[in-house]
């Protein structure tokens, strides 16, 4: 088997992991891939430096929802990214040998399309020594 995992790691950009999912979706149903193209999502919360900032977390967050009616300001938009789980997407491709050209033009084509090309990537590839262990974390994500 041809095997490669791609990983994409789109920080705290929730919505272009979103729509590199769709975009994995689509490819998988217009060009009948089933279960050669499979997507998970990994994501890391933040972690909480004490208790004090979680009780500042809370006040700010009551705070946001009293202030909804208002137009957010550049520093709205700051905290709510300090908040957000960075978020990578794996993208896994299992083609049979006989499909090498697929698989090398999958390859070729993801990260070069457009909510992918923001994201950082890793391509770890059929002969590297870290695939197995990349599978198998791979295998144990949700």
Do not use: C, Y
Not at 26 to 51: C, H, I, N, V, Y
Not at 81 to 102: I, M, N, P, T
Not at 113 to 130: L, W
């Amino acid at each position: 088997m041809a095997q490669s995992i791609l990983i994409f790691n789109f920080g705290t950009n929730e919505e272009a992991a979103q729509q590199a999912r769709h975009k994995v979706d689509a490819w998988k149903q217009g060009f009948r891939l089933g279960s050669k193209m499979s997507l998970k999502f990994d994501r890391k919360e933040p972690t909480a430096k004490g208790a004090g900032e979680n009780g500042a977390a809370a006040e700010r967050a009551s705070a946001e929802k009293k202030a909804a009616g208002k137009k957010p300001g550049p520093k709205a938009h700051h905290e709510k990214a300090e908040g957000a789980a960075h978020v990578r997407v794996w993208v896994r491709l299992d083609f049979s040998e006989h499909e090498k050209l697929s698989h090398q033009r999958w390859l070729d084509r993801i990260p070069t399309e457009e909510p992918f090309k923001s994201a950082e990537a890793e391509t770890i590839r059929t002969g590297d020594a870290g695939l197995p262990e990349t599978a198998e974390l791979f295998d144990s994500l949700d």
